[in-house]
């Protein structure tokens, strides 16, 4: 059906090799039999597309929501002045004076010359002075496309720096922007060296029962507020999370956890298994995004500790919470009920936000993400069968080995035996497994197929990026941004399930769209009376 | 607080900048690009920055902003970006179907060393090029310049490429309006249309960067120069370069290649700088200035005058871009204000030189600097240091106005959080008056809000 019609004008419209190419990155999903889809490949020349680049996954997602690092770009102005506060990462400071550097940007600000003769001494004078203007715990520097290029060495000055302060981390992420094809590969750089440098140099632990962390929730709109404040009610622990409204300190301690809840896939299970090597840190899939989806969620947790206290506590939060969310579905399902989405975004909220529209009766007919690679799509069983291409070998893979003294076996025994029962640990079982036969599955969309997509389909709202939004809003469909909730939220857990049933029913409902013709221009020909004199004729069409 | 680590005592830094004040040529050359009908900016580097700049343009403007990409991986980058750059015209034409791709580069192609106009030579022999359609080409590294030079150097390429020179004059004036708004450039060819002025501008981003709300996505949207406009601007009597910094090069590129005179004058924001370039249109063409501008200008000085108390002794620190912060300076002297606060991250020594003009003994009393490490966290330092009754600048203003209680007025690029600046101009009289505006709404707001309940005011 209407496949065919976006592969043909794809087809008609896309040089061979190009359709070749972007035609295995685009199928019908069938849950049953899961096909294989062409993910984490290079982006072709030419193609307008949403991704970024990998020093935006590294110094933009993963670092950016920590308050109390100073990250300093190593590059040209642009790259860190694009990502000055663009993501709406929020922070709470423990109080006024805490550290926060969120809201500023630090910049080498390379010159000619810099590119000429080494941008080193550069880099050390102005970690020197970042370090004599706030004293901070920990220095981050970002390596930015030019920076490998002109072989500085960001690692050496950082260890130089580091050795010379004694009272504050430094450390260095070589996440130029050419490396790997996408946001993607900086997310596996910022794994690696958070894991290096920070995660278990804190053996301190609370004495508190069912301490878990959270990761790969970026605490965009106050998201990781919403999940904290649940996590309390329920009497389960927090350690860290990575990263959203995180702190170094949080990082330093995150492996005195019993448990790891990943959210985002895609951006953070490098870290998951890398604690679960050295500290026998047992990981899960968890979906804190839609109502039903953070019952399961919190329901793993309770199931994983085994404590009837903590089950029970758990339900009643679930009952109570569950009540809210309920009366907003029925408030606002009549407005949505049947209404149809597509979701182009990142590497795990288009297929975690499905959930929310399921909720409120809506169809998914197309979905597909930005960066993720086919274990995100397909699951984490095709891992095995993934080719690693020229681009993903240049990313470092860290050899973890256990930590004698602080490995937990005890941890590894409890999974042993929850997985007798048949709960699943270290597994996602991808989009396309949820998503309904016969609807679409693309990856990596570029505007041109977009654009298709909302002509052949109109759906009846598209989530995209910021990039996509004014053009798909022109065509007269209301664009959702997934990325920065276009400046609302939150929406994850029960209270931002509510706010998102609320946005998504004013969003298909507005009165706007219907503005859009004027009311003369199905008019066809009116003579002039006026201008132009007798015989004039101004037509409107 | 916002900004709770920036502390009062201000130490000399010599590495590293906080808080900029300026950003990266591409962007620059991608606004300028826009500016031309039915053209593609083409970003030659990695994908990042394409996406960057789309993304801050889009949010600054809430309006689709295309651009390709030739989309670097490490392999483009140690063996060079020629064939990432042939396969991306291929696709570009073949698919987006542009009348113009406007390659811009970016610090990877420029680090590597690639060349743009002998890869782009090699498509056009190799037939990558349709016919009649065109490429243009500007070196945009980062590490040179701020984003204005970027769109000066579109700019110039544009100028370089299009104009045809010709052995006759034509009775029109081109018009090179700087880095300013589309709301301004419509103003400015309004104020040309009201003088029977002929004129060609560009860049033009009017009609594209304000497209109307018509159910339809148009790729290339109406506005835009056109093609063949650009071809006669070589025959134009006289180019006028509004503003030094983003138009020069260009005006003096059609010097060069068809011999059109120019002249660079501020952009014409507040009286002085209104009146000095209408008086030189006027002078050129042979246009006399109409009564009905005269009254626009009239109502700007009646509403000064009337407002004056308000206005007078304020002072105001200022960030942005120089040929902006240039003539608004002039504009805040001439109604008694006293900017004394001004930061550009652009370099130039004409900044300084002419901001010293302009202000004449406040030059020394006051603090300004551009360049490196002219930047926010410096401004904001100053402000702590000696406080300010008002502060004009671009969005990430609003973090340290809210820290330090001081009244703000957005301008400048990029406004991440308003939408006036795409819909109302500050050039011209008008542009005058909607600056009076913001600025009087801006300061009487907070006198409403902080006067002690005896002395708050029904009539002001
Ligand atoms: S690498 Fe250069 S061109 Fe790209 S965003 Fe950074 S400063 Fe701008
Ligand atoms: S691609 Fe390179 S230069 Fe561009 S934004 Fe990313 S790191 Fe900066």
């Known amino acids: 059906m209407s496949f065919e019609k976006l592969d043909d004008t794809m087809m008609k419209t896309y040089p061979t090799k190009v359709y070749r190419k972007r035609k295995k990155a685009a199928m019908v999903n069938d849950p049953g039999e899961v096909k294989e889809i062409q993910a984490n490949v290079r982006t072709i020349p030419g193609i307008i597309t949403q991704r970024g680049c990998t020093y935006a996954g590294c110094k933009g997602v993963v670092l950016g929501p920590t308050r109390d690092i100073v990250n300093i770009t190593h590059g040209p102005i642009g790259c860190g002045f694009y990502s000055w506060l663009t993501r709406r990462n929020q922070t709470r400071p423990e109080n006024e004076t805490a550290e926060n550097f969120m809201t500023y940007c630090f910049s080498t600000d390379m010159q000619d010359s810099n590119i000429v003769f080494g941008g080193e001494t550069l880099l050390k004078d102005a970690i020197q002075e970042a370090y004599d203007l706030f004293h901070p715990k920990a220095i981050a520097i970002f390596s930015t496309c030019p920076v490998g290029l002109i072989g500085d060495d960001v690692h050496a000055v950082a260890r130089e720096m580091k050795a010379k302060f004694g009272d504050c981390n430094v450390f260095g992420f070589s996440c130029e922007g050419y490396k790997g094809v996408s946001q993607s590969a900086g997310h596996h750089i910022a794994n690696n060296q958070i894991f290096k440098h920070v995660i278990g140099s804190d053996d301190s632990r609370s004495d508190s029962k069912f301490r878990v962390n959270l990761l790969g929730e970026y605490n965009i709109g106050g998201d990781a507020f919403v999940l904290e404040e649940l996590f309390e009610k329920c009497g389960i622990e927090l350690v860290a999370t990575f990263s959203g409204n995180s702190s170094i300190d949080h990082f330093a301690n995150a492996h005195t956890a019993d448990l790891n809840l990943i959210m985002c896939h895609r951006s953070i299970n490098y870290v998951a298994e890398m604690m679960e090597v050295k500290f026998g840190i047992p990981w899960t899939k968890v979906n804190f995004i839609g109502a039903g989806q953070s019952a399961k969620s919190l329901r793993k947790v309770g199931a994983y500790f085994e404590d009837p206290r903590l089950i029970a506590r758990i339900e009643e939060v679930i009952a109570e919470e569950m009540l809210k969310t309920d009366e907003a579905a029925a408030e606002y399902r009549p407005g949505t009920e049947g209404k149809t989405a597509m979701l182009f975004v990142g590497g795990s909220r288009a297929h975690h936000y499905q959930d929310l529209f399921a909720e409120l009766g809506m169809k998914t007919l197309a979905a597909g993400y930005e960066f993720a690679h086919r274990d995100d799509y397909e699951g984490r069983r095709v891992l095995p069968s993934i080719k690693v291409d020229a681009d993903s070998r240049n990313i470092e893979e860290l050899h973890i080995e256990k930590d004698p003294g602080r490995y937990s076996q005890a941890l590894q025994d409890r999974k042993a035996a929850l997985m007798e029962k048949g709960m699943e640990f270290s597994d996602y079982e991808g989009m396309m497994a949820q998503m309904e036969k016969g609807a679409l599955v693309i990856d990596d969309i570029s505007h041109y197929e977009m654009e298709k997509l909302v002509e052949v389909y109109k759906p009846d709202v598209f989530c995209a990026g910021i990039k996509e939004k004014y053009a798909v809003q022109k065509m007269g469909i209301p664009l959702k941004q997934l990325h920065s909730y276009d400046y609302g939220g939150p929406y994850a857990g029960f209270d931002g399930a509510v706010n998102f049933y609320k946005e998504i029913e004013r969003m298909v409902n507005t009165n706007v769209w219907g503005l859009i013709k004027a009311p003369w221009s199905n008019q066809s020909a009116m003579s002039a009376k006026y201008a132009g004199g007798k015989h004039a004729v101004a037509s409107h069409t | ?460």
Request: hydrophobic fraction near 35%; aromatic fraction near 8%.
């Open chain 2, 1 to 460: 607080m916002l900004l709770r680590h920036t502390p009062k005592e201000i130490k000399d830094r010599k590495a590293l900048t906080i808080n900029p004040a300026k950003t990266c040529q591409p962007i620059g050359a991608m606004y300028a690009a826009l500016g031309i009908h039915g053209c593609l900016p083409h970003s030659h580097g990695s994908q990042g920055c394409c996406s960057y700049h789309r993304s801050t343009l889009t949010r600054h403007y809430k309006e689709p902003v295309m651009a390709g990409t030739s989309s670097f991986t490490e392999g483009a980058s140690v063996f060079g970006g020629q064939s990432n750059l042939l396969q991306s015209f291929s696709n570009l034409f073949a698919i987006y179907d542009p009348d113009i791709v406007a390659v811009h580069t970016t610090c990877l192609s420029e680090t590597i060393g690639d060349d743009v106009s002998q890869i782009t030579q090699k498509a056009i022999d190799e037939g990558k090029i349709p016919a009649g359609k065109h490429v243009i080409y500007a070196s945009t590294p980062s590490y040179v310049g701020s984003h204005v030079t970027g769109f000066s150097n579109m700019c110039a390429s544009i100028a370089k490429y299009f104009p045809e020179k010709q052995d006759y004059e034509l009775d029109q004036v081109n018009i090179l309006p700087g880095w300013v708004e589309p709301s301004d450039m419509r103003e400015i060819k309004r104020l040309m249309s009201e003088m029977h002025v002929p004129f060609v501008m560009f860049p033009d981003t009017s009609g594209v960067l304000d497209a109307p709300q018509t159910g339809f996505h148009q790729f290339y949207p109406k506005g835009g120069a056109s093609v063949p406009d650009l071809k006669r601007s070589g025959a134009s009597s006289f180019t006028f370069a509004l503003g030094k910094f983003s138009s020069e090069a260009a005006g003096e590129e059609l010097r060069k290649k068809c011999d059109v005179p120019y002249e660079v004058m501020e952009v014409p924001i507040g009286i002085n700088a209104t009146d000095r370039f209408l008086m030189k249109v006027s002078e050129v063409t042979g246009c006399p200035v109409p009564e009905s501008i005269n009254d626009e200008r009239g109502r700007v000085v009646d509403i000064i005058t009337d407002m004056q108390q308000y206005l007078h002794g304020k002072k105001v620190a200022l960030f942005g871009d120089p040929d902006i912060l240039i003539p608004l300076t002039e504009f805040l002297l001439a109604m008694d204000m006293k900017p004394v606060h001004i930061v550009s991250g652009t370099p130039g020594k004409y900044f300084m030189e002419r901001m010293k003009e302009i202000m004449g003994d406040d030059f020394e009393t006051g603090n300004v600097k551009n360049g490196p490490r002219a930047d926010m966290f410096l401004l904001h330092q100053w402000i702590r240091n000696e406080p300010v009754d008002l502060i004009i600048g671009n969005t990430y203003g609003k973090y340290i106005a809210r820290d330090e209680n001081i009244p703000f007025v957005r301008m400048g690029f990029p406004i991440l959080d308003r939408i006036g600046h795409s819909y109302f101009p500050v050039v011209g009289y008008a542009g005058a008056m909607r600056i009076l505006d913001k600025m009087l709404g801006a300061i009487m707001d907070q006198m409403d809000r902080e006067a002690p309940e005896e002395k708050f005011e029904l009539v002001m």
